[in-house]
């Protein structure tokens, strides 16, 4: 009886704890001011970057977020500043990082993942001058707010092909990290493309956990089992939507001899060396275009972008698949490109959800 | 592995104890034959393969080994009275351990480095707990919640900027090496893919064991069996257990508690931090934010499982691991199995319950026996939503049959102060 009133307490302790240090070393602006281009026109905009945990040096989502800032920059001499999210903190210390740009005049400001969701809701509500951008998340219909999403499921039926074409034993794997909407977009798409070159394919679909256990994004012991299992079982190429755990999918695939398809950036360049060979290709999510792209359009219309939902998809290189492993992936690459016309002219659709 | 509880009456005491030891052994081994032969059954019924296939089970030993061996650590703390749920964020310091020593000076050391790690965390507890008398509870909570800041912190400072490395995952780490006996792998291969019923099994379990076992799997098991024989069978395994049934009649006769329970506790992270050393050297191969995944607290339950005794707590990991490890390969036809096993062990309870006149319960067991066995026949895989609740609805299952017999040290949880046996 005292020991559950004592673990409450202590956990609200913690929760209090967590918040402060949240909030108060949320905004170490890293000062990327002055235009760092030369050549830039020295434009006057000032751009609010938020990160989600892990910030510039994630080498993934957030790196991406980064490079198309640092383009910006680059071409249109924008001033920036840059903040990342902490661990775990409170849904407050997202909309005061998002808040201390606004007034401190940042416009536009980005927010990178759908974590922001809710935050970019409430504070885009209070600056409504103010023009926000959300990577990841369609939900906020505001005026001040552009949605920007991936229509990832395109990127998926790509290296959902390419797998099929290159298997041999007629069955493939997917792990997905969490089964959330989004991963399962991941998986529709890859099934879809698998069944498009080979209809009798066989499609091995794990997810690690389920809602609300997140850890299924960051436990490569459980990627290596599940990927594992797939190739025992008679797969020999899984793609992995599992983020951290796929560093695990990737030995699996290098023990036993088989490939692995890499996702968000391109794996192969990222990958530790004893692994790069097993990665036959990556589904590009490229947030920089994203990112880049609603920069130039802000900057060269003045302030004036559309609000509401934009998805990059194949036709504007929002997503796509990687070709870094010549070696492996060359042979496939104009059956592959010719889905891509397909898909981008409309006569493929595909489905985003199982 | 449990003390005998040889009545006074019996007169000759130490030929029965060693005799019953002989017998434990024995029965030891016809359980396990006889489980295989179960397994076998079941395969052969269901058809489905990956039950008892090598590969499973050799994934099952590494999916065991970190709840095993936190769950040993959490054996020592509470044998000795103390009450560790800190063991998660011992078990993070050691993945943080493994990963700056692994990457640095080779996976030997960093296996070192992460008990190193781990005993930081359980010197804190001890501190806290055994010299200060802060409540169990509050200290292990807090150092889970300590652990996982500090390791974010030192991440961002010692990986950041390394090839592979970041703020969220160290760069790789080198391989422990593994045991691979070369003929007797390949023969027990050939004696797996016979499909002869039993023989294909047993082939199976033994070429697991054949090939690429990790050291460090063979270091886990024989730490087990290390601390039965130093917790039952020495007079510090004596004195370090009296501790945790009754402190203050331990100290009246001479036993120094405190500075037991704080070893115990010190052993115990050392334990937490060598299974989050594992889990990021053996089960996967970096360290990285957040891996360890509540298996500290699945080996808390394991252990209380296993009734607070390494056999016990060998078994209560082995069957959430063995369970995990089926969900995650392939989980839709070996789940779906599991379901006809457990429709069978309802009705076998049943017929128990039955004779012992308990009739009620042999109904209810009755009906959730035909519950399963018509899920079984009307599917024919299990969705992954339940294919990962396995682990968890077994041991819970398992967990409300054994519940009664359960007994924790007396005095575990009880802050003891010296001197208060006087």
């Given at each position: 009886m005292g020991r559950t009133t004592k673990f409450a307490a202590a956990a609200a302790a913690s929760i209090l704890v967590l918040t402060g240090c949240g909030s108060n070393s949320d905004d170490g602006d890293s000062g990327n001011g002055g235009g760092g281009g030369g050549d830039g026109s020295g434009s006057d905009v000032k751009?609010?970057?938020?990160?989600?945990?892990?910030?510039?040096?994630?080498?993934?989502?957030?790196?991406?977020?980064?490079?198309?800032?640092?383009?910006?920059?680059?071409?249109y001499g924008v001033e920036s500043s840059e903040s990342e999210a902490e661990d775990g903190e409170a849904e407050t210390a997202r909309e005061e990082r998002l808040?201390?740009?606004?007034?401190?005049?940042?416009?536009?400001?980005?927010?990178?993942?759908?974590?922001?969701?809710?935050?970019?809701?409430?504070?885009?509500?209070e600056y409504p001058e103010v023009h926000f951008a959300i990577i990841d998340d369609s939900a906020n219909e505001l005026d001040n707010v552009s949605n920007l999403v991936f229509a990832e499921e395109q990127g998926s039926f790509l290296v959902g092909a390419a797998a099929a074409l290159k298997s041999e034993t007629g069955t493939v794997g997917f792990v997905g990290g969490v089964e959330t909407p989004l991963i399962q977009k991941f998986e529709a798409g890859y099934v879809a493309g698998a069944e498009a070159v080979n209809p009798d394919i066989e499609v091995d679909v794990t997810y690690l956990t389920q809602v609300p256990d997140f850890s299924g994004f960051a436990d490569p012991a459980r990627g290596k089992t599940a990927a594992q299992g797939m190739f025992d079982g008679g797969a020999d190429i899984v793609y992995h939507a599992a983020g951290g755990s796929g560093g695990g999918v990737f030995e699996a695939a290098a023990e036993s001899d088989n490939l692995a398809i890499g996702v968000d950036s391109d794996q192969y360049n990222t990958a530790d060396p004893s692994v790069q060979d097993v990665i036959f290709t990556s589904m590009l999510k490229n947030v920089d275009v994203a990112v880049y792209t609603f920069l130039t359009e802000f900057v060269e219309n003045d302030g004036e972008v559309e609000p509401g939902t934009t998805t990059y998809d194949l036709s504007v290189d929002g997503v796509g698949y990687s070709t870094a492993n010549e070696a492996l992936i060359g042979e496939f690459e104009t059956q592959l490109d010719e889905f891509k016309q397909q898909i981008i002219d409309g006569e493929i659709t595909v489905p985003d959800a199982p | 592995?449990?003390?005998?509880?040889?009545?006074?009456?019996?007169?000759?005491?130490?030929?029965?104890?060693?005799?019953?030891?002989?017998?434990?052994?024995?029965?030891?081994?016809?359980?396990?034959?006889?489980?295989?032969?179960?397994?076998?059954?079941?395969?052969?019924?269901?058809g489905a393969s990956d039950l008892t296939s090598s590969g499973a089970i050799g994934a099952t030993f590494i999916a065991v080994?970190?709840?095993?061996?936190?769950?040993?650590?959490?054996?020592?703390?509470?044998?000795a009275g103390v009450v560790n749920i800190g063991l998660e964020g011992m078990m993070i310091l050691g993945t943080y351990g493994a990963g700056f020593f692994g990457y640095h000076y080779g996976p030997w050391v960093g296996i070192l480095g992460a008990i190193g790690m781990g005993m930081i965390g359980g010197l804190i507890h001890a501190v806290a707990t055994v010299v200060f008398g802060v409540d169990h509870i509050i200290s292990g909570v807090a150092i889970n919640i300590i652990a996982l800041g500090a390791v974010q912190y030192l991440a961002s400072l010692t990986f950041v900027g390394l090839e592979g490395g970041g703020q969220t995952q160290s760069p790789k780490i080198g391989d422990i090496p593994t045991i691979t006996i070369g003929p007797l792998s390949d023969a027990f291969g050939s004696m797996e893919d016979t499909d002869l019923f039993f023989v294909s099994q047993l082939g199976a379990v033994l070429r697991a064991l054949t090939t690429n076992l990790s050291w460090l799997v063979v270091i886990g098991l024989l730490l087990v069996l290390g601390t039965w024989?130093?917790?039952?069978?020495?007079?510090?395994?004596?004195?370090?257990?009296?501790?945790?049934?009754?402190?203050?009649?331990?100290?009246?006769?001479?036993?120094?508690?405190?500075?037991?329970?704080?070893?115990?506790?010190l052993v115990s992270g050392g334990l937490a931090g060598l299974a989050g050393g594992f889990l990021a050297i053996v089960a996967s191969s970096n360290y990285r934010d957040g891996q360890t995944g509540g298996r500290g607290y699945i080996g808390l339950a394991a252990m209380i499982f296993g009734n607070w005794r390494p056999g016990g707590l060998l078994a209560g990991s082995g069957l959430f691991g063995y369970t995990e490890t089926l969900g995650l390969r392939q989980g839709g036809t070996s789940v779906h199995a599991l379901l006809l096993l457990l429709a069978v062990v309802g009705v076998a309870l049943a017929v128990w319950q039955v004779r012992r006149g308990g009739f009620v319960t042999a109904g209810a067991l009755v009906v959730g026996a035909a519950a399963l066995f018509a899920v079984y026949l009307s599917t024919d895989t299990v969705p992954g939503d339940f294919t990962r609740m396995t682990p968890y609805v077994i041991t819970l299952l398992v967990l409300t049959a054994a519940a009664q017999r359960l007994r924790a040290p007396a005095a575990v949880g009880e802050v003891y102060r010296k001197g208060s046996a006087g």
């Open positions: 751009v609010g970057l938020a990160y989600d945990v892990g910030g510039r040096g994630d080498q993934s989502f957030n790196d991406s977020a980064a490079a198309g800032l640092d383009q910006a920059i680059e071409e808040r201390t740009f606004a007034e401190a005049g940042f416009d536009p400001i980005v927010a990178v993942g759908f974590a922001y969701s809710s935050a970019v809701g409430v504070v885009a509500a | 592995m449990s003390a005998t509880t040889t009545s006074p009456a019996e007169t000759p005491k130490k030929k029965r104890a060693v005799s019953g030891r002989t017998r434990r052994w024995r029965w030891v081994l016809v359980g396990f034959l006889a489980v295989l032969v179960l397994m076998s059954v079941l395969e052969v019924v269901t080994m970190p709840i095993l061996l936190a769950g040993l650590g959490g054996l020592w703390s509470e044998r024989w130093v917790l039952w069978r020495t007079s510090f395994g004596l004195r370090l257990r009296s501790c945790g049934e009754s402190p203050s009649a331990a100290e009246t006769l001479g036993v120094a508690v405190l500075r037991y329970k704080f070893i115990a506790v």
